[in-house]
């Protein structure tokens, strides 16, 4: 099978299905490269969590606040053990 993101023709080929689309690859690094999204701040491609403000994905919390979002986290608070929140470190 034929890799739709560098062409190679590759015995060991995998697809992806994603909304009812079939992508086909042959290295999970141009899976990513054609189907993570980009930091709309950054460009970076996110391929874990990142974070989300709209319609908008960001691989950070810094990346966020540089577009205006305050409220995005790179964590979420931890707690003590007692229910009390715990402070979490600046990005």
Same mark, same amino acid.
């Not at 701040?41 to 950070?60: P, Q, S, W």
């Given at each position: ?28 690094? %141009? ?31 810094? %990346? ?28």
């Amino acid at each position: 099978m034929k890799c739709e993101t560098c062409g190679n023709d590759y015995d060991k080929a995998f697809e992806i299905t994603v909304g009812g689309a079939r992508h086909v690859f042959d290295s999970f690094a %141009c899976a990513i490269h054609a189907l993570a999204p980009a930091c709309a701040h950054c460009g970076v491609k996110i391929i874990g969590h990142g974070l989300e403000a709209g319609d908008r994905f960001y691989c950070c919390a810094h %990346c966020a606040r540089h577009d205006g979002e305050v409220a995005l986290k790179d964590r979420a608070e931890a707690s003590d053990g007692r229910g009390r929140a715990t402070a979490t470190a600046a990005h």
